[in-house]
């Protein structure tokens, strides 16, 4: 298994991780020195709650979206994203390309917190993996993975990695072996592909 990770997850990570560990330490400075000397009154209770939706969106950016990437198995190619995971079929997968997220998006079209996201890698080469279709898990597919992930001329995956050479062989190789295993079954078996998928 190689697991590369994405520029839009890693980007989203760095922009609120810092924000929000020195937003958690001043609230946790604030709710210690008022049970030492109160001062919060009735309302002491509300420091102690806003830390704790502090502390849930920190390991939200700072360690599920460090786990999201894509993963490339022998098997399939893993989306994983902070609550959902997708496996994909190399049997779907087209073509392996190179592209832009600009050629995709128009930046001035974006909201202004995409923008913000793309900004360091619009104009960067990325990889595009065409699809002859979704797999029913990505049905919608926004509503568990930003839509810059996804192709709006084609259908395919939009991945901005750091690496997308290598990305790219990556996935070509364990399709080619993926390829050559169903080959193999295919002539061992001595019938059609079709005739195999009746009897199972």
């Given amino acids: 298994m190689k697991k590369h990770k994405l520029l839009l997850y890693d980007q989203m990570s760095r922009r609120m991780r810092g924000k929000l560990l020195w937003l958690g330490l001043a609230l946790l400075v604030l709710a210690v020195v008022d049970l030492l000397r109160p001062f919060l009154g009735t309302y002491w209770y509300l420091v102690w709650l806003v830390l704790g939706v502090v502390a849930m969106l920190w390991i939200y950016y700072s360690i599920l979206l460090r786990r999201a990437g894509v993963v490339v198995t022998p098997g399939y190619l893993l989306l ?12 779907r997968i087209q073509t392996v390309t190179s592209t832009q997220m600009s050629q995709h998006f128009d930046f001035d079209t ?76 295919t002539k061992k078996d001595g019938r059609s592909l079709a005739a195999q998928i009746l009897d199972l």
Avoid at 80 to 91: A, D, E, W
Avoid at 119 to 126: E, M, S, V
Avoid at 152 to 172: C, F, H, K
């Fill in 80 to 91: 994983r994203g902070p609550f959902k995971q997708v496996k994909i079929s190399y049997g």
């Fill in 110 to 185: 974006l909201k202004a917190r995409e923008r913000s996201l793309v900004r360091p890698f619009i104009g960067a080469t990325c990889t595009f993996v065409n699809l002859n279709s979704w797999p029913k898990a990505l049905n919608q597919r926004t509503l568990w993975f930003p839509r810059l992930l996804f192709g709006v001329r084609r259908e395919g995956l939009l991945l901005a990695s750091p690496n997308w050479m290598q990305l790219n062989r990556d996935i070509e190789e364990a399709r080619r072996k993926w390829h050559d295993a169903r080959q193999q079954k």
